[in-house]
């Protein structure tokens, strides 16, 4: 188990290591100049260019700029955004924070409703049930979020006014919550204030939503393939013959065998809804890592853009190696193979 760990982390190195090459030369291919971007509409003295230029690193060579840049993450130290002069470790985990708990939102509302979904297909198969259960899983397998999200902003909130359709919580009713250690969802607890906390909740409706459609489809078709697999097995057929009732043979020895699948595929999934958390939060004007991220690319911010990307790169990388682990520990055959 050791070797199988030790190879998934050297697998890793030179996957970091062009990660940080891509992130470094994309965003300086960005045409703008950086100081008049900073500056706004203003006309930059040719000496103060010069001298912000001296102060940011970017008047040494390329080559000694990534350098440096490969030296200080290697260090721990992913330097200060432009603008604000504040350490970006510390910007990013303000902002990482809510789209963590969009990315939890939505995969406990995608696996819930998932899974629920795949069960009754299987015991279902061939019915047209079954049918339409796997219809609606493909056709939220092919929605994209940039087309799905402003389709649930249309209903729910401009034309039937139900729920809130950006932000995450309306500032201006609510002016005295603050949000504790980055959670809003905690701060409006905290706080006493039902009202603010439902307000939200409210705001959380949608974005979660939108961002769980893709991952629930692939936990629906899964879970249905998983538990259709299962009972095909022997040991379900002697478990009929020996008289249990259908109950106890789904939920003792159907489900718990799906659910090694099911689990896999739902770590599986978290990881890819961290991604799909940045495209969501740029439709819902949310406050996470994704509007973060956007908004340090239009103004030049060169280090939120690539230290942002690589952090979080880096917990991608981490949640995808937990999977690995989790399934090598489960079936090992996978380690063997690896």
């Known amino acids: 188990m050791f070797a199988f760990i030790l190879r998934r982390i050297l697998l890793m190195i030179p996957i970091y290591i062009g990660l940080t090459i891509s992130t470094f030369t994309l965003i300086r291919l960005v045409p703008g100049d950086v100081v008049q971007v900073m500056m706004g509409e203003r006309t930059v003295d040719p000496a103060l260019r010069a001298e912000m230029l001296t102060r940011l690193g970017l008047d040494k060579p390329i080559i000694v700029q990534y350098w440096d840049y490969l030296v200080r993450i290697l260090s721990g130290d992913f330097g200060e955004t432009f603008r604000t002069r504040t350490p970006v470790l510390q910007d990013f985990f303000h902002h990482f924070v809510p789209t963590l708990e969009l990315a939890i939102c939505a995969m406990i509302i995608a ?60 500032i201006i009713e609510f002016i005295d919550i603050e949000p504790k250690y980055g959670s809003w969802l905690l701060g409006s607890a905290l706080s006493g204030n039902l009202a603010a906390f439902w307000d939200v909740v409210k705001h959380f409706i949608l974005p979660s939503i939108a961002l769980s459609t893709i991952p629930m489809a692939m936990i629906a078709r899964m879970t249905r393939s998983a538990m259709l697999e299962v009972l095909g097995e022997d040991y379900i057929r002697t478990a009929k013959a020996k008289g249990l009732s259908p109950t106890r043979i789904i939920l003792v020895h159907v489900l718990r065998n799906t659910m090694i699948t099911v689990i896999t595929v739902i770590g599986l999934q978290m990881a890819q809804l961290m991604a799909g958390a940045i495209l969501t ?39 995808s190696l937990l999977v690995d682990i989790t399934y090598g520990l489960i079936n090992p055959r996978i380690r063997h193979a690896a």
């Open 111 to 170: 696996s819930i409703v998932g899974v629920s979904l795949g069960i009754a297909a299987a015991l279902k198969r061939g019915t047209w049930l079954d049918y339409a259960l796997m219809s609606g899983a493909l056709a939220g397998y092919s929605m994209p979020i940039y087309l799905l999200g402003p389709i649930l902003t249309g209903i729910f909130a401009h034309y039937l006014g139900l729920l809130p359709v950006s932000g995450v919580i309306n």
């Open 281 to 319: 939060e740029t439709i819902f004007s949310w406050p996470g890592v994704g509007t973060w991220l956007l908004d340090g690319f239009f103004s030049r911010d060169y280090p939120i853009v690539q230290n942002g990307i690589l952090l979080v790169a880096t917990m991608l990388m981490f949640i």
